[in-house]
């Protein structure tokens, strides 16, 4: 499929004005491309964000009434590649540093906010001052006796009480604008949170978790700063489910959940990788101190109570420390091995791995 023009894109990108139109345009494009990438579950990275954006705008701009799938289709024939893709690389992986294209469209909904409220507070300044030459005009009819003067004040109070009227109904019109990009902002901010949680315990799910492990081993290898990984598993899970039920078996993950949040110190990350497996990163923690962690969690599971008296709930942690020359791949296959190893060894204990 030939790559149509998008119109809006080419603006962003020229850094041209925008009319009022564009902007409800940008709003319509954004939210149906966020909702789209959530519904799907596609990682909000700044590629898949321009790319996504484009084919939103192409829908858009071009009114067309896709299901998702037809959606994907057209993804496909415009770039022919996956439509989802993890970055390895943490300049392009990062949130906090987004470049080009993408940077031009974050900073578009924080621009216009801007010149809304500076349009707004210009035409309220401006109306105090039509005020100010009404009450004037009005105060000199007093003392004027010429009827064709007369009239003419009359036709000009007649005018800026008009202006006044139109100039209500504009800051009016802004004001709900102004309000709409808020919401924009809002929902933003919204989509992006939703995009890196689990919605079961309230962490952050695998693909947060994978770019926090890339960053910090990119930290490592560039700034020498240590980390640790454990790996938990809850220990006869599958048992649990069958017995008891599924709800009974989310509410133990909540529980688990509650434990990492609670044990834990503040820039730690903790996540739900994976069915009944959580993973935990301990920033400028050495192995030493990460199976001291370790063993604190263990215990802290082991003598949680819950509502039905039968549970007993226990984990089987792997706790391993990240190696200069570690990738994703490396660091995870340590973890799991020693995490498995204490599954072997009895379940309900800590492993390291070297």
């Not at 082991?302 to 226990?314: A, D, L, V, Y």
Request: glycine residues 4%; hydrophobic residues 35%.
């Amino acid at each position: 499929m030939k790559k149509n023009e998008c119109i809006i894109q080419k603006k962003l990108e020229n850094g041209e004005k925008f009319s009022k139109e564009d902007i409800k345009t940008i709003m319509n494009i954004v939210r149906q491309e966020m909702n789209f990438m959530i519904r799907n579950n596609i990682l909000i990275t700044p590629k898949n964000y321009e790319r996504w954006f484009y084919v939103f705008c192409y829908i858009v701009e071009s009114k067309k009434e896709l299901n998702d799938l037809e959606i994907l289709g057209l993804f496909k024939e415009i770039y022919d590649e996956p439509y989802d893709e993890i970055k390895e690389n943490k300049e392009e992986s990062s949130y906090d540093n987004p470049k080009g294209f993408v940077k031009k469209l974050n900073l578009v909904a924080e621009s216009i906010d801007k010149k809304l409220l500076e349009i707004i507070n210009s035409i309220d300044r401006y109306n105090d001052t039509l005020d100010n030459h009404t009450e004037s005009i009005i105060d000199s009819k007093d003392k004027i006796e010429h009827k064709t003067i007369l009239k003419s004040l009359d036709k000009i109070i007649e005018e800026l009480n008009s202006l006044k009227n139109e100039n209500k109904e504009l800051t009016k019109e802004l004001k709900k604008y102004h309000k709409d990009v808020l919401m924009l902002q809002e929902e933003l901010k919204i989509a992006k949170t939703e995009a890196e949680m689990d919605f079961l315990t309230g962490l952050v799910n695998r693909r947060r978790f994978e770019r926090a492990l890339l960053e910090l081993i990119n930290d490592l290898q560039t700034k020498n700063y240590p980390f640790s990984l454990i790996i938990l598993d809850i220990d006869d899970f599958k048992k649990i489910n069958d017995k008891f039920g599924h709800p009974v078996g989310d509410m133990i993950l909540q529980e688990i959940a509650k434990i990492l949040k609670n044990f834990l110190r503040a820039n730690a990350i903790a996540s739900r990788i994976g069915g009944e497996e959580f993973g935990v990163i301990l920033p400028g923690s050495g192995l030493n101190e990460a199976q001291i962690i370790a063993e604190r969690l263990r215990k802290a599971i082991e003598n949680r109570s819950f509502n039905i008296s039968e549970i007993k709930t226990t984990a089987s942690f792997g706790v391993t420390e990240a190696k200069k020359n570690d990738t994703l791949e490396s660091i995870f296959e340590r973890a799991d091995k020693a995490m498995y190893d204490a599954k072997k060894s009895g379940k309900n204990c800590v492993k390291i791995a070297k």
